[in-house]
């Protein structure tokens, strides 16, 4: 019988086969692991929505490290829990914030691990929004203020790389003069320049204490239904001066990667965020699911999208899983 077909599964008949033929690979070098770090003393208090996730004060961070470093994990990313919030959130500049001293800590004991500062204000803020607070609004131009103030007080600290998180417009400007006029010129910038207003973020908001106490973020972050804007947003940044552009939330918007990665010149990174992260680990608790596989197609599925490096929380599971 003369049948002329693609034999594609030629390149598919042994596990070294298709290792030859693979086309995107996840190694540890991709993954930046997200630490959430406590003022006080001998807090180590697992959040209830993020199994396996914790709120750290700094004596517990050498053992944080160890485990991270152990596991060839070379970049983390820094969010803190301050004992004292007020209307424009100072614990975020303060240069004994929370932040900066876990920085310098890590930069002291861990001179090799990447820092990545995350750069917004929601966190230290008595009303949980990311800006500063007028009748009921977030003041875009009066906000940048501030978190110029921070990323330059975290910079200060020793932080590697500073990561605005806050959707201000013009905020990659603005930090970027700022680090410059205080002899930060190469300090890079990671910019959170495609943020949408996403109900996946609700167990962060539980682990950092950032729940909004009036309205919404609908006016600063993204309309979930919107493709085009999200590069007016990457473009923006590009041109204000980031070094890397983060897409966030992950698996929902591999589509805004793609489009990013085919038009923006930049190392692209994604957020794999808390919602994402929970589901994941409550499916699997209920045996639902196989963990391992499921995460690893989970993040090989954002490389293939595109991405260079993925924050996740699943990123010390995934670094022993790799090593098996």
């Not at 060839?72 to 959130?89: R, W, Y």
């Not at 196989?290 to 924050?311: N, S, Y």
Request: charged share 25%; net charge negative; hydrophobic share 40%.
């Amino acid at each position: 019988m003369d049948i002329q077909f693609a034999r594609h599964r030629r390149l598919r008949q042994t596990p070294n086969m298709r290792a030859l033929v693979r086309e995107n690979r996840l190694t540890t070098d991709d993954l930046i692991y997200p630490i959430f770090v406590a003022e006080g003393q001998n807090i180590k208090r697992e959040i209830p929505s993020m199994p396996g996730i914790y709120n750290l004060s700094l004596d517990h961070l050498e053992e944080e490290m160890n485990e991270v470093v152990s596991l060839g994990i070379k970049s983390v990313l820094l969010f803190g829990i301050p004992v004292e919030k007020d209307e424009c959130g100072m614990q975020a500049y303060h240069d004994h914030g929370i932040v900066q001293e876990a920085t310098r800590y890590i930069k002291e004991k861990f001179p090799e691990v990447i820092v990545i500062a995350d750069t917004c204000l929601c966190e230290y803020t008595s009303h949980g929004h990311c800006g500063v607070i007028e009748n009921g609004q977030v003041l875009n131009d009066a906000s940048l203020e501030l978190l110029v103030q921070t990323a330059v007080s975290q910079a200060k600290a020793g932080a590697d790389i500073i990561a605005p998180s806050n959707m201000m417009d013009g905020f990659v400007a603005a930090i970027r003069a700022g680090l410059d006029e205080a002899g930060f010129e190469y300090v890079p910038i990671m910019s959170y320049a495609v943020k949408y207003a996403s109900a996946f973020y609700g167990p962060f908001r539980d682990a950092a204490d950032s729940t909004p106490q009036f309205g919404d973020r609908k006016a600063y972050q993204m309309d979930p239904a919107n493709r085009m804007e999200a590069l007016r947003e990457a473009e923006s940044d590009l041109m204000e001066g980031a070094d890397f552009i983060i897409v966030k939330p992950g698996m929902p918007y591999l589509d805004i990667v793609r489009d990013v990665k085919n038009n923006i010149n930049l190392p692209i990174v994604i957020y794999n965020v808390s919602g994402e992260y929970s589901m994941v680990k409550a499916a699997s608790q209920n045996g639902w699911i196989d963990e391992e596989r499921i995460v690893m197609e989970m993040l090989l599925g954002m490389k293939r999208a595109g991405c260079d490096l993925i924050i996740t929380y699943h990123a010390k599971d995934a670094a022993r899983w790799l090593r098996n």
